[in-house]
């Protein structure tokens, strides 16, 4: 059995035939299922046919599919019943003949064509459709977080019952594991052990005499955090000049030149730092010619924050904004959203955390959290006025990670370690609290 190519973070293959496969399973299952929707998918069902604008924007986005694509979703009603479908389920890796592979965005899989409708672009950025959009994800979220999601925290086939060709296999599967070990940029050096099993449980906390490994659920899983001494500021980074990894990341752009106020949704994204911050008070303290720098999370690893400098919390928020929006400029973007990453950190829901850095030269600057998709919660776990030492925990997001941004005021002069790399959607994961720039 083999392993399906993925599109950039893992969260989707890239093979088509697969995914394709994969929907269409859902689409039976669904329509097996026949059984009334549930609240949340009923109340964006309800708001779709009661408002004519939302009714024209989710016909016409399948009617503007190309033909041949997306055959198995052809309409908004076959979109809600797989939505609500995979409320009651838990990622898993599929089994598709003789491959496996994750679907880690699910529901962004079976909006992956209609998102770059220029229909689903007037949808996807509608606030009524948004705010139900939060409340459905917010239920998934309650789902995985609780007990019934542990089905899939096992070694082997999900459904022992059911036939392997069509069952999914549990994260403690040796494929399973494998993926995970793959991911780890230390993987084989020093005491980091190369065989995918013992590198999981050397990582990560986890209590292999317990079912389940410990875990209460898939939530628990997924938030899981490095044991102690895995991954730690070296002793060479402490110097306040050093600026370390605040994810388990992989570098997808840096800038110098980012302006206030500027056309993110145009050809190349530029970032405009006043929308990413949501005309925060505090974006005045920034201005032309900051600095930022975005790197994107993988689907199999770490997904909690840790802070880039030392210094004092000076300013929290959380800010809604949009699930399933693409750049316009990407058209039918088939690593969506992917490529619009510069584009969904002004506009998708995120979180700041302004940190004023013990060096004065570094000085103010915010950590930004940016879900993707399905990744619809930010959680902040520090709050104005705490003391936060480099590579202490400030935050986490529930069901996967996305993207995150650095961003340095006008004048503070870094020079960026990408750790031979050139930022962009193939590079490789840089491990958190690892130096990625110094002051000059």
């Given at each position: 059995?083999k392993?399906?190519?993925y599109?950039?973070?893992k969260?989707?293959?890239s093979?088509?035939?697969?995914l394709n496969?994969w929907?269409a399973?859902?689409?039976?299952q ?8 549930s609240p949340s998918?009923a109340a964006?069902r309800?708001?779709?046919?009661a408002d004519?604008?939302?009714y024209m924007?989710?016909?016409a ?6 033909q041949g694509y997306?055959?198995q979703v052809?309409?908004f009603e076959?979109m809600l019943q797989?939505?609500d479908l995979?409320?009651?389920e ?6 598709i003949?003789d491959?496996i592979?994750l679907v ?6 079976i909006?992956?064509w ?10 996807f950025?509608?606030?009524v459709v948004?705010q139900k959009l939060?409340?459905?994800l917010n239920d998934w979220?309650t789902?995985?977080q609780?007990?019934a999601?542990?089905y899939v925290l096992?070694d082997?086939?999900v459904?022992?019952?059911?036939p392997?060709?069509d ?9 399973a594991?494998?993926?995970i070990?793959?991911?780890?940029p230390?993987?084989g050096?020093g ?5 995918a099993?013992?590198?999981f449980?050397?990582?990560y906390?986890?209590?292999i ?7 209460t ?5 997924f938030?899981?955090?490095f044991?102690p001494?895995?991954?730690e500021v070296a002793?060479?980074d ?5 600026v370390?990894?605040?994810c388990?990341s992989?570098?997808y752009n840096?800038v110098?030149?980012?302006k ?5 949704w145009?050809?190349g ?5 006043q ?5 925060h ?5 920034f ?5 930022v720098?975005q790197?994107f999370l993988c689907?199999k ?6 802070s880039p400098?030392e ?8 800010i809604?904004?949009?699930?399933y929006?693409e ?9 969506g ?9 002004e506009?998708?829901?995120r979180?700041?955390?302004f940190?004023e850095?013990?060096?004065?030269g ?5 950590f930004?959290?940016?879900?993707m998709a399905?990744v619809?919660s ?5 709050q104005?006025?705490?003391y936060v030492k480099?590579?202490?925990?400030i935050?986490?997001?529930?069901f996967?990670g996305?993207t ?7 004048g503070?002069n870094?020079q960026?370690?990408f750790h031979?790399q050139t930022?962009?959607?193939?590079t490789?994961n840089i491990?958190v ?8």
């Amino acid at each position: 059995m083999k392993h399906v190519r993925y599109r950039v973070g893992k969260w989707l293959p890239s093979d088509r035939d697969f995914l394709n496969q994969w929907i269409a399973k859902k689409a039976r299952q669904a329509t097996d299922k026949n059984t009334a929707l549930s609240p949340s998918v009923a109340a964006l069902r309800n708001a779709i046919y009661a408002d004519p604008i939302l009714y024209m924007g989710f016909t016409a986005m399948y009617d503007q599919i190309p033909q041949g694509y997306n055959e198995q979703v052809k309409n908004f009603e076959t979109m809600l019943q797989i939505m609500d479908l995979i409320l009651t389920e838990a990622p898993a890796y599929s089994v598709i003949e003789d491959q496996i592979g994750l679907v880690g965005f699910p529901i962004n899989a079976i909006l992956d064509w209609a998102m770059g409708a220029t229909y689903g672009f007037m949808t996807f950025t509608n606030p009524v459709v948004n705010q139900k959009l939060q409340n459905i994800l917010n239920d998934w979220k309650t789902f995985l977080q609780s007990d019934a999601s542990k089905y899939v925290l096992v070694d082997g086939p999900v459904y022992p019952s059911q036939p392997d060709y069509d069952n999914p296999i549990g994260w403690f599967s040796p494929q399973a594991l494998e993926a995970i070990a793959a991911m780890d940029p230390l993987r084989g050096q020093g005491n980091d052990p190369y065989d995918a099993c013992a590198n999981f449980i050397y990582n990560y906390k986890c209590d292999i005499t317990q079912p389940y490994l410990g875990y209460t659920s898939w939530d628990s899983f997924f938030t899981r955090e490095f044991n102690p001494g895995v991954r730690e500021v070296a002793p060479e980074d402490q110097d306040w000049n050093v600026v370390v990894n605040a994810c388990e990341s992989a570098p997808y752009n840096c800038v110098t030149n980012a302006k206030m106020k500027d056309k993110f949704w145009m050809k190349g994204q530029p970032y405009s730092i006043q929308d990413i911050m949501a005309n925060h008070y505090l974006a005045s303290k920034f201005g032309d010619n900051s600095t930022v720098y975005q790197a994107f999370l993988c689907a199999k690893t770490y997904h909690r924050w840790n802070s880039p400098v030392e210094g004092t919390i000076v300013e929290i928020q959380n800010i809604p904004g949009t699930y399933y929006s693409e750049a316009p400029v990407e058209g039918y973007d088939p690593a969506g959203p992917n490529d619009s990453q510069g584009y969904i950190a002004e506009i998708a829901a995120r979180a700041l955390i302004f940190i004023e850095s013990n060096n004065p030269g570094i000085g103010l600057m915010c950590f930004v959290a940016i879900g993707m998709a399905e990744v619809s919660s930010c959680e902040i776990t520090v709050q104005p006025g705490e003391y936060v030492k480099k590579g202490d925990p400030i935050g986490t997001f529930h069901f996967g990670g996305s993207t995150h941004c650095l961003i340095f005021r006008p004048g503070v002069n870094l020079q960026f370690d990408f750790h031979n790399q050139t930022p962009g959607l193939t590079t490789s994961n840089i491990p958190v609290k690892a130096r990625i720039a110094v002051l000059k």
